[in-house]
């Protein structure tokens, strides 16, 4: 069992949890994730290490609690425990100094983003982060990025903080700017997101590292639920990834397998009297 020191919400279903596993938090490197059960009898998920406490023995995670699942996690509370913690998985992010980057979060795929843009500034890059969401409640971790970036961004569908419309928007400005155009950008979101944010730059040759999350089981390559297609060759997200050159994932045949359950999900959902909007 592992103990759930505290919890906190940081966004509208949106949990922060911060979780004693001594081993893990000893092992964990910034791009790696864990997958979690809340009991014996739950269904498995696949969290990224947010961060990390070697000392303290905790690791952080940020999960959002739209579904039976990631609920059950998220319910648990300050004292309580999760059954299983397994990790950390995955291959870690590769960080090297490369001088300017850009970091671009979108909704919750920016609890994904901010180890590696954390360990990017502490590599001694200089590190401009956007990120967004519907609208400002759904913009996280804002206090936290601005700590090591030397500026924080942001855009809302609604413009309810900084620039209406969507990250691409903020991104394409600075790409505009050959004062500002980076060595490298790491995207972490919604797949449509982060296939824009290949396009854009795409065209200029800018390194651009994406963080996938597709459909997974148990974490170790053997199901084959997470495969993806990258540079023409199947791969495996769970451990050749999560994190893949963007300009190279086949975004459309992703889409496509991450609603291959989706009717299945809404059958669940309605006969349990869900509400997953």
């Given at each position: 069992?592992?103990?759930?020191?505290?919890?906190?919400?940081?966004?509208?279903?949106?949990?922060?949890?911060?979780?004693?596993?001594?081993?893990?938090?000893?092992?964990?490197?910034?791009?790696?994730?864990?997958?979690?059960?809340?009991?014996?009898?739950?269904?498995?998920?696949?969290?990224?290490?947010?961060?990390?406490?070697?000392?303290?023995?905790?690791?952080?995670?940020?999960?959002?609690?739209?579904?039976?699942?990631?609920?059950?996690?998220?319910?648990?509370?300050?004292?309580?425990?999760?059954?299983?913690?397994?990790?950390?998985?995955?291959?870690?992010?590769?960080?090297?100094?490369?001088?300017?980057?850009?970091?671009?979060?979108?909704?919750?795929?920016?609890?994904?983003?901010?180890?590696?843009?954390?360990?990017?500034?502490?590599?001694?890059?200089?590190?401009?982060?956007?990120?967004?969401?519907?609208?400002?409640?759904?913009?996280?971790?804002?206090?936290?990025?601005?700590?090591?970036?030397?500026?924080?961004?942001?855009?809302?569908?609604?413009?309810?903080?900084?620039?209406?419309?969507?990250?691409?928007?903020?991104?394409?400005?600075?790409?505009?700017?050959?004062?500002?155009?980076?060595?490298?950008?790491?995207?972490?979101?919604?797949?449509?997101?982060?296939a824009a944010v290949a396009e854009q730059t795409r065209p200029m040759?800018?390194?651009?590292?994406?963080?996938?999350?597709?459909?997974?089981?148990?974490?170790?390559?053997?199901?084959?639920?997470?495969?993806?297609?990258?540079?023409?060759?199947?791969?495996?997200?769970?451990?050749?990834?999560?994190?893949?050159?963007?300009?190279?994932?086949?975004?459309?045949?992703?889409?496509?397998?991450?609603?291959?359950?989706?009717?299945?999900?809404?059958?669940?959902?309605?006969?349990?009297?869900?509400?997953?909007?």
């Open positions: 069992m592992y103990k759930v020191v505290s919890t906190e919400v940081i966004a509208p279903s949106v949990h922060r949890l911060v979780v004693e596993a001594p081993r893990v938090a000893a092992a964990r490197r910034p791009g790696q994730f864990v997958i979690v059960r809340s009991s014996a009898d739950a269904e498995r998920i696949p969290l990224t290490i947010a961060d990390a406490d070697a000392d303290a023995g905790t690791i952080t995670l940020i999960v959002q609690a739209i579904g039976r699942g990631t609920r059950e996690i998220a319910e648990v509370p300050s004292g309580g425990a999760l059954r299983d913690v397994a990790g950390p998985l995955g291959e870690p992010t590769e960080i090297r100094r490369v001088g300017r980057v850009v970091c671009v979060g979108g909704g919750v795929g920016t609890a994904v983003l901010f180890p590696l843009a954390k360990a990017l500034a502490e590599a001694g890059n200089e590190v401009t982060t956007i990120i967004g969401g519907r609208s400002e409640p759904f913009v996280i971790l804002r206090r936290e990025l601005a700590a090591f970036s030397k500026a924080v961004l942001t855009a809302t569908e609604d413009g309810s903080l900084g620039v209406k419309g969507f990250v691409t928007a903020v991104l394409a400005e600075i790409l505009a700017d050959p004062a500002r155009v980076p060595a490298a950008v790491y995207a972490v979101g919604p797949l449509p997101m982060m040759g800018i390194r651009t590292i994406v963080s996938l999350n597709p459909i997974m089981i148990d974490g170790t390559g053997m199901c084959g639920g997470c495969r993806v297609t990258v540079g023409g060759q199947t791969k495996f997200a769970c451990v050749d990834g999560p994190e893949f050159d963007g300009h190279q994932v086949d975004f459309r045949e992703l889409a496509n397998r991450q609603g291959t359950y989706a009717e299945h999900e809404c059958r669940l959902s309605n006969a349990r009297g869900e509400n997953r909007s």
